[in-house]
């Protein structure tokens, strides 16, 4: 079975921190995403990438930046957290470009204080 | 670009009656469509899956979809529910064609499966 990580269940953090998210795969996917989940508002994207040391913008990448240095791994980024950005935060993989099945983390709930 | 309607934020049924969850979808291209599970304090996972063919798709744990591309529609069914289906429910869409293989999803359906 696909084991997509997300590195923390819980996270606090205060406004104007620089916050990490960390997401890891263990079945080689190509592709990673994030999404940040609101209730009534469904998933939205944020950033995705097709391959190491490529990302591209999803819907809302406005306040978020991603790394992805090694294929397993992508790391959403919070330059300066604000709290409108207190939220579920989803990472996703999947084995190529196409309609492949994303396969989910079980999410991090981060609150800015 | 493509956007998906939940119709129904809520769905409360009894234990062993039948549902169906409404998705509709609005697209200028032809689309992949995706039913995805979120239980409670979990991830997301895939319930089923409509690429091409046959217009009704089966998935995991009973559930089905129909595929109405006159109704641009994916409503999804089970004839009869359990306890642990209590959970939301997401319909999505991505484009079939060209380069852009990114999901849109739905707002969700709770629903909730009482005895």
């Known amino acids: 079975d696909v084991k997509v990580t997300q590195s923390s269940r819980y996270l606090v953090k205060r406004t104007g921190e620089k916050v990490f998210l960390e997401c890891v795969q263990d079945?080689?996917?190509?592709?990673m995403f994030w999404y940040r989940q609101d209730p009534g508002l469904g998933l939205r994207l944020i950033y995705f990438s097709y391959d190491v040391k490529m990302k591209e913008k999803g819907d809302i990448p406005e306040g978020y930046s991603v790394s992805r240095e090694k294929k397993e791994r992508f790391s959403l980024i919070l330059e300066s957290a604000s709290t409108n950005q207190t939220s579920m935060y989803l990472c996703a993989s999947s084995l190529f470009r196409g309609p492949a099945p994303q396969h989910f983390g079980d999410g991090t709930r981060l609150s800015i204080l | 670009a493509q956007s998906v309607t939940q119709l129904d934020s809520q769905v409360p049924v009894f234990e062993e009656a039948p549902v169906e969850l409404r998705c509709n979808y609005s697209s200028s291209v032809s689309v992949y469509l995706f039913w995805y599970v979120q239980y409670p304090n979990q991830g997301l996972q895939l319930l089923l899956k409509y690429l091409s063919g046959s217009t009704l798709v089966k998935g995991i744990n009973g559930f089905e979809a129909e595929f109405n591309k006159s109704q641009t529609s994916f409503h999804l069914r089970k004839p009869s529910v359990h306890i642990s289906d209590t959970a939301e429910y997401f319909c999505?869409?991505?484009?079939?064609?060209?380069?852009?293989?990114?999901?849109?999803f739905g707002k969700g359906t709770l629903l909730t499966v009482n005895p």
């Open positions: 999505a869409v991505m484009p079939s064609g060209g380069s852009n293989y990114k999901l849109t």
């Open positions: 079945m080689d996917h190509e592709n």
